[in-house]
């Protein structure tokens, strides 16, 4: 995605969770909350009003901060 430099770290991220070794079920939990930053920031850049954008961050920030306690577990 041209000059969202958000989206480029998000998918970045998801490629770097793939090579963490956890237990099966957060390894499994991590890859998906990881897929949805990427997937719902660029969901988000789609839409045609504020609102709607914000929204959408506002569900990837989410989905980061879930990442965020899988790793500190």
């Known amino acids: ?5 958000t989206f480029d770290l ?3 991220f998801y490629r770097q969770c793939l090579g963490l070794k956890l237990q099966a079920g957060l390894r ?3 890859t998906r909350a990881s897929q949805s930053i990427a997937l719902n920031l ?6 045609p ?5 914000k ?3 506002y569900i990837s920030l989410g989905s980061a ?4 306690a899988i790793l500190i577990l």
Do not use: H, P, S
């Open 42 to 47: 660029c969901e988000g850049r789609a839409k």
């Open 28 to 30: 499994d939990q991590l």
């Open 55 to 57: 929204r959408f961050f």
């Open 1 to 5: 995605m041209k000059n969202f430099r």
């Open 10 to 12: 998000a998918v970045e």
């Open 65 to 68: 901060r879930e990442c965020r």
């Open 49 to 53: 009003t504020l609102a709607d954008q």
